[in-house]
DNA sequence: GGCTACATGTAAGCGGTTACATGATTTA
DNA sequence: TAAATCATGTAACCGCTTACATGTAGCC
């Protein structure tokens, strides 16, 4: 698919930018929904500089340390631009290794479920809690500048992802309650669980 | 991370089974949170059974068509059921092109940026749909067998998923409309936006 | 006879991670 | 002066997709 390119293009878009500090804006700003080490990134400059879509001046910083800052140029604004105005499919369900333990679940006891689901839920909560911390950086959403805004959105998009994962697991609990045999229920209190989640 | 080894693993540990529906039950039961091509199926049986996971027995379908029907071991199940039981960690947020295409959006106009989510609302509201066409064939929840009742668990994610989804692309819609300026929210009627959506 | 499904493999290549490799600059 | 950060690259390997490759069996 090639995404890699256009999100360095997006980034490069915004403003020039050195290898190292793309690399750092894929593990801040992108993290939520792309990923890339400098291992891919540098390759991929290299692979955007000989197909036209960015140049890039050499700089120096302190006495001898070379850096080089890309800029897109006008071919690269153009391909940018496409990338970003087309309608993209909707891509395949990504894998999902939890759902996977889940799906064969039928083979552990109550307890054991219970605990998969229980800790699963805490990760969860606690990832919700995070971005809910980032999001309370943001000034009140109608004085926010337009690339302020577009950050927001991608934002609440994980935010309400996450609700919805730590609701459904919550869901999956209170099902398995309603689920189990009463003789199993009763031993949903056991100790094997204490002693498996602390 | 070998996650493979182990769908393949519990899906012979629910019955014996060839690599063609093995394959088939990839794109099937598993098409939700994972998939696997036969290319990559053969492999991975050949690879268990070196390690003495899996073994098979050759049967004759028809005349002469060699078909191997591969059983889990002891060793296996061991390997298996240590997977999952096992605290996973929480997995890195996926990649999301559409999210990076959306988080680059401030470089559109109001009426396009509408269009990218209107479009994708569309296609997330027909998933939405299918995933509710299979939960319908389930019985009620309290008559599931244990096997059963994995599975809509599972199907139950993918919907609580695709809801979360399609509200949060309506929320980003309906603040977009409450963050442009009235001129350019005047324009959000104009001819352009109607054209490019049908 | 032709189409679809059954059935099993291999190879090239891509996107990505981990590790290897090197060195300068800043800060405590 | 030691550690953290800045800065740029390459190589081996892994998981996965696409394409190549081959042939049988059942059905209309």
Wanted: some cysteine; charged content about 25%.
């Amino acid at each position: 698919m090639g995404t890699l390119r256009y999100a360095v293009l997006g980034l490069l878009n915004r403003k020039s930018m050195t290898g190292y500090e793309l690399t750092k804006a894929f593990s801040d700003a992108l993290s939520e929904f792309w990923s890339a080490r400098h291992s891919q990134i540098y390759p991929e400059l290299k692979s955007l500089a000989k197909d036209g879509l960015v140049k890039f001046d050499t700089e120096i910083s302190g006495n001898q340390l070379e850096r080089k800052r890309y800029t897109i140029t006008a071919a690269g604004k153009k391909a940018f631009l496409a990338w970003e105005r087309a309608d993209l499919e909707l891509q395949p369900t990504p894998k999902d290794e939890f759902r996977l333990q889940l799906f064969f679940s039928d083979c552990l006891s109550e307890n054991e479920r219970n605990a998969l689901l229980e800790s699963h839920l805490a990760k969860h909560t606690e990832r919700l809690a995070h971005l809910k911390d980032n999001q309370s950086v943001f000034a009140p959403v109608e004085s926010l500048s337009q690339a302020e805004f577009s950050d927001y959105l991608v934002l609440l998009g994980a935010i309400r992802r996450e609700e919805a994962t730590c609701a459904w697991l919550e869901e999956c609990l209170q099902l398995t309650g309603g689920h189990v045999q009463p003789s199993a229920k009763a031993a949903k209190a056991a100790p094997s669980l204490d002693t498996r989640l602390l």
